[in-house]
């Protein structure tokens, strides 16, 4: 047995306990559920890229989760690092089928988030907001910060890979930027990733299966209004940095049936961005 006070045990930090992957397995991975397997690996470069390898060799619902990343990314290829299981970092294989139709994927990073946020709200105690399109908001001593991201990648012809990466009990002194944070600097009643990793989980599968069965219809599986309810950038002062070097700055008024946040400009037209990075420039509520 390995001392706990040896340099690579995985329990050094007694603060961050190793994930239960066979506690989980049996909480998740069921007859008939989605979830049809559940690997922990200790170290991973990404569980994106992990999983996309395999995807044509998997069926739906496989679920990677890495204790640390040391290539995680995010959106326009950023990386995302932090501290061996302060956070929860994993993916998740979807394969909607001929049911919904390609053009409606584009939801499945919005539907996450809508899962991820709902589920860490009852876990957690957290109140968690959505900055569109991928973005999990906490507040920390009254200031807006980062504490989660979805990637969303195509994996061949009929597979998705999304991934999240959250900080769960990442103290102030290891964030990687100022504008970071996490559940425990927000305060969450709870930073227990086997309880919170099951939360968002099922409500992933929730949401997943209702969005389906809808044919991906955004309206009709209630995904468009719980996000807009839960986005926090609408009605905010915001600039859209745009592929090509190109900006856009209005108020976000909408997120359309395509999913695209839609800017109302200065001179009255309404522009939907499909992707970009979004900066609020004013803060909610003023």
């Not at 706990?4 to 991975?29: C, G, K, Y």
Request: hydrophobic share 45%; net charge negative.
């Amino acid at each position: 047995m390995t001392p706990s006070d040896a340099p690579d045990s995985r329990w050094t930090d007694l603060d961050r306990p190793p994930l239960n992957a066979a506690a989980l397995r049996h909480a998740l991975v069921r007859p008939g559920a989605l979830w049809t397997s559940l690997e922990v690996v200790q170290e991973t470069g990404s569980t994106n890229s992990d999983l996309a390898a395999k995807a044509a060799s998997l069926p739906e619902g496989a679920v990677l989760v890495a204790e640390e990343q040391t290539a995680g990314r995010g959106r326009l290829d950023r990386s995302w690092t932090a501290a061996a299981r302060s956070g929860l970092f994993f993916s998740v294989l979807l394969k909607p089928g001929p049911g919904v139709p390609v053009d409606r994927w584009g939801w499945l990073p919005l539907l996450t988030g809508v899962a991820a946020a709902t589920g860490l709200s009852r876990a957690a105690g957290v109140d968690t907001a959505l900055k569109w399109p991928n973005d999990l908001l906490v507040t920390v001593g009254g200031e807006e910060r980062k504490a989660g991201g979805i990637l969303a990648e195509r994996a061949g012809d009929d597979a998705v890979v999304v991934g999240i990466g959250l900080n769960v009990s990442l103290r102030a002194d290891e964030l990687p930027v100022p504008a970071a944070g996490s559940l425990a600097l927000a305060g969450a009643v709870s930073t227990d990733r086997d309880t919170l990793l099951r939360a968002v989980l099922r409500g992933l599968e929730q949401w997943y299966v209702d969005w389906r069965e809808a044919g991906g219809d955004p309206a009709a599986s209630r995904l468009q209004e719980t996000y807009t309810a839960g986005c926090a950038t609408l009605g905010r002062s915001v600039r859209a940095e745009l592929p090509g070097d190109r900006s856009l700055t209005g108020e976000a008024v909408a997120v359309d049936g395509d999913g695209r946040l839609v800017l109302a400009t200065q001179d009255g037209v309404r522009e939907p961005v499909a992707a970009g990075d979004i900066v609020h420039l004013r803060p909610a509520g003023s």
